[in-house]
């Protein structure tokens, strides 16, 4: 299989700031990113640099805008990688895949960002009938991060935590939670996305205890109706 086509391709251009994102959490993303801002002073001083990190959590939470933030603000290349399109029934052919990128990655100093890590991460329990092969595939995994070059950054993303390998695990310096909003952060949430809205599109009937992106496409898909009875309106009256 070709590297480049399992890559996905996004050229989004996101700020930390279009992130909706716990205080705690983006204290921490913002210290992420002033370390590798000033990495060569730190190794100096012998201080070590976190560059793995664990995000978890829900689904449309925010984790894969995180990760192209964070490469934005440090003007890299960010390399996403959804594990899911690489796994392969052959798993020696799935290992290779994987030292592939994580070789092209260290090369370019990117932001690596694996999302559904649970799809290779999983815990080697002695039930799985393919115990030895998944074993060999998590050790190779572990390898790589370990090895992985402190001028670069990983990012892992899953909304299985529980299912995650122990020892993997333990190779992340950070792990960052992502919860589902509260009523209160998704009314700020909406409230800045209605905003850029004329007045009379921009009222809609919110839904609550559902994820960023669920808000999102909720949120526009009522903006959109809004609009066409609005100028399927003006038709009308023009014809008259």
């Known amino acids: 299989m070709n590297l480049y086509n399992l890559i996905i391709q996004d050229k ?21 990113i002033k370390e590798h801002t000033y990495l060569k002073e730190l190794q100096e001083y012998g201080l070590p640099v ?4 664990f995000l978890q959590g829900s689904s449309g939470c925010g984790k894969t805008m995180t990760a192209k933030a964070i490469a934005n603000a440090l003007g890299k290349s960010i390399i996403i990688l959804n594990l899911s399109n690489i796994v392969s029934s052959r798993i020696g052919e799935t290992s290779q895949n994987i030292k592939m990128i994580f070789d092209k990655a260290s090369r370019e100093r990117s932001v690596l960002f694996l999302d559904e890590l649970d799809q290779i991460g999983k815990a080697r329990g002695s039930d799985d009938k393919d115990v030895g092969e998944m074993r060999r595939l998590v050790n190779t995994l572990i390898q790589l991060i370990d090895y992985y070059p402190e001028n670069a950054l990983l ?6 935590p529980e299912i995650i390998d122990t020892a993997l695990l333990r190779r992340f ?6 919860e589902m909003p509260s009523k209160e952060f998704l009314d700020t949430f909406y409230d800045n996305l209605l905003s850029k809205f004329p007045e009379d599109l921009k009222h ?8 960023f992106a669920e808000a999102k496409d909720h949120a526009l898909t009522v903006v959109k ?16």
């Open 12 to 32: 989004e251009e996101v700020t930390l700031n279009d992130v909706f994102l716990e205080e705690a959490n983006r204290k921490q993303f913002v210290q992420l």
């Open 204 to 211: 809609i009937d919110r839904q609550y205890n559902i994820s």
């Open 225 to 240: 109706g809004n609009l066409i009875k609005k100028l399927e309106a003006e038709t009308q009256s023009a014809k008259i």
């Open 50 to 53: 976190n560059n793995k990190v």
């Open 173 to 178: 310096q950070l792990k960052i939670n992502y």
């Open 155 to 160: 990012l892992c993303a899953t909304n299985h």
